[in-house]
Nanobody, 121 residues
Framework: QVQLVESGGGLVQPGESLRLSCAAS????????MRWYRQYPGKERELVAV???????SYADSVKGRFTVSRDNAKNTVYLQMNSLKLEDTAVYYC???????????????WGQGTQVTVSS
């Protein structure tokens, strides 16, 4: 199996920055797409950013120009650099990874436990 461990959430003021990290570990053959989602209370999770194994990226319109997703393939880790944070960025952030396990012929999705990001003045 695979564990995704997130870190880096916290409380910041509007305009400040945070960097989230998510490290995948376990019986991993390869990690394909890695994604960041966020969830507001009572709402569905929404996709924030995606990065492929080759470095292709995509962002939600609401974070374009402010957030940057990156990854370290050697460490199976994905990052989300969040700059110019706004009140509406307050949410629980989850990482998601599409993983090929050792000995398997198909990919599976795994989720992190979530990390709270609070932007407040």
């Amino acid at each position: 199996q695979v564990q995704l461990v997130e870190s880096g959430g916290g409380l910041v003021q509007p305009g400040e920055s945070l960097r989230l990290s998510c490290a995948a570990s376990g019986s991993i053959f390869s990690v394909n797409e890695m994604r960041w989602y966020r969830q507001y209370p009572g709402k569905e999770r929404e996709l924030v950013a995606v990065i492929s194994s080759g470095g292709w990226t995509s962002y939600a319109d609401s974070v374009k120009g402010r957030f940057t997703v990156s990854r370290d393939n050697a460490k199976n880790t994905v990052y989300l650099q969040m700059n110019s944070l706004k009140l509406e960025d307050t949410a629980v952030y989850y990482c998601n990874a599409v993983v090929r396990l050792i000995g398997y012929s198909y990919d599976r999705e795994f989720w992190g436990q979530g990390t709270q990001v609070t932007v407040s003045s």
